[in-house]
């Protein structure tokens, strides 16, 4: 050769070992200025502005192994089926090599823990130990630093396979390949390849549907947790419900599926079950929606993979969402999701894929499903029919003082329509009574003392209250109650039988004054007509009628000096309310229905089950 061709080849020689540094620094500092760091190291001094590369490297121009192929959804069926007892995940990364081994439990859920994470200067001595250096030996620039010898590179991660691969798992290991042209790193994978064949290779995230470069994590761990969540499941993944026997009133457990057995995803991807349940008899109480996953026919059973809380509506449908993203993952979607009950577990108990005890724990093991089971009640006791009479007190100083008992006594009665399961088991009967003084008018051409509707469909007593107009009283110190009473009485005794002898029994009284007595005492008028409420009251209450009462006002403390009549109102109103009579701008008509309706009851503790099936 003449001295320009040495020359000549000579820089020629020169360029190429100054690129191969330049991307091996690329490679190494891809956050950044590829030479800005390692330019003390680089062949042919640092990199011109912009001189950067991204062809195909000359040792390794082949295609990476995809992400999710044949062979990976094959051996994670084999894992999830006990074909193998365990999946050993190897991955070259640039800071160290990973090992990460999967197993899975009685259920199907599989979880993973660190196998050995093993610094690179542990395994090759004569790689650079700073950090930075490091990652651009790996990388395979050569810069000035000493050239490791490949020979002994070889040797060393050859005898690290024997240490740290058992002869048991030789044959069940799955690279993680997820970097090109690091030449180390591709060198220790064609080490692994010939040592030891893997079942099958992970390759980087795919690209996404706009051309978006997929999501690529450097964390070994959360590689082979997206891997695993790919994996089918081996059992149904099902909701458990409570289903309350319309006949019976009993019980029961009920499962529903959300997710068959083999079922799978795809990576990245997710599935949506929805279901509609049901609310109990008591309004915005909180469920637990236990997600559960039953073991093969050796396992311990059933585990509670979520237990999430919602509040439903009372006797009210739900659409609930629940999100699958891998075997033992399941969670409710939307804004109805809560906090974990207290008696289950705060996270999926069986199938944690994180990996982050050593140990192999897969997190916080949840109460048995007996025990949820345990805590249902017998069954449900719905309320029996319902007949109520309501009294008015017709006479007012003022017309709007009639007119809001009136408009209080059609709130109430429509609340009590609105009770699930009211229907045809609510009868409702009114006795309006005016003042024993003759009322002459337009409404009233004749002397009336008592109006009354007999107990009948809710419409009824309504359609006739809309009728009924008020009086002006001449005095304000006893009503008419006592023949109102007279008449409740004389009413239900007409109505023992029929149409439902087993009903419940109730009068809500509806005034401001208290009843007449049969004689005049001190300055109380007597009723002309004898009646004695006291009287009628006890032959209701021995019949079982519940007697209540709603006063425009609430009656004086009678401790100390007080007058005759003073004593006798609050004595009389607290005989007839039992002591607890409701006020009027205190206790809303709905209030007032809520407490004299009988409830629906749970036979035994509470049930904190969702239903499979509406109560009604």
Sequence with gaps: MTEEEQ????AALRAAEHAWDVRAAELAFADGDCAARPA?????GPAEPGERTRQPWPLNPGKLPAHDSAQVRQVLADLIDGRVDALLFVEFTPDCINVIKAVTDAYGIPRQTDAGTTKWTSVVPSLDRRPEFLRFQLAGGIGTLPVPGRRDFDTAVTRWLREFVPPPYARSIVLVNRRNGWALLDRASALLRAACPPRAEIGPAPTAPDGTPGKDTTDTRDAVREALRTAPLRADHTLLLARVDQGTGAVRTHTHVLFPAGSRLRPGETATAEITVFGGPADRVPVVLPVLAT??????GTVVLSARQTALAAFAPARLAFVLRGPGEVTLAGPEAGAPDTGAPSRQAAGRLDGGATDGAAGDRPSDVSA?????????????ALEVVLTVEMSGAEPAETAERLAFAQEFIAALARRPGSGRRLRVGVVGHYDHVVHENSYTPRSVLLLTVPPGPATAARSALAGWRPARREQDTASSLEDALRKVRLTMAGTDNAPHPRAERAVLIVGRRPPGLPEQHDVVPSCPLGADWRTELNSLRARGVRVMARLDRAQPHVDGPTSPVQ?????AWDTLSAGRPFLRGKDSAAAVADALAPAWRWDGPPCRLALATPLL
């Design 7 to 10: 020359e000549s080849a000579t």
């Design 40 to 44: 003390s190291l680089l062949r042919g």
């Design 295 to 300: 073991a093969g026919r050796d396992g311990p």
């Design 372 to 384: 949820l089971v345990g805590r249902l009640p017998r069954g449900i006791i719905r309320p029996p």
């Design 567 to 571: 004593r006798y109102t609050a004595a």
